[in-house]
Nanobody, 116 residues
Framework: QVQVVESGGGLVQPGGSLTLSCEAS????????MGWYRQAPEKQRELVATITSGGSTNYADSVKGRFTISRDNAKNTVYLQMNSLKPEDTAVYYC??????????WGQGTQVTVSS
């Protein structure tokens, strides 16, 4: 059974930093691609960043230069380092695990609120 658990969300002031973690179990973590998505109130879920099994990364234009996605295969964990946070980054952040022709799994989400 695949389990995906996010952690690290919270309240942070504008300009601050936060690191999200996502641990996945029940899979051979190293061969799966990982992604972070977010959903703000009354908006559709959107891609934030992805990292392939080989370590290639991709970012939404809105977070380029501020967010960094990374993975630690030994810990079955993917991270999202978020710097220079803005109020518009406020959302529920979701972790996604996927592999073509195998499946896709989501975590329960973690709330990030950027406010003074």
């Amino acid at each position: 059974q695949v389990q995906v658990v996010e952690s690290g969300g919270g309240l942070v002031q504008p300009g601050g930093s936060l690191t999200l973690s996502c641990e996945a179990s029940g899979i051979i973590f190293s061969i799966y691609h990982m992604g972070w998505y977010r959903q703000a109130p009354e908006k559709q879920r959107e891609l934030v960043a992805t990292i392939t099994s080989g370590g290639s990364t991709n970012y939404a234009d809105s977070v380029k230069g501020r967010f960094t996605i990374s993975r630690d295969n030994a810990k079955n964990t993917v991270y999202l380092q978020m710097n220079s946070l803005k109020p518009e980054d406020t959302a529920v952040y979701y972790c996604n695990v996927y592999r073509s022709a195998v499946g896709s799994w989501w975590g329960q989400g973690t709330q990030v609120t950027v406010s003074s």
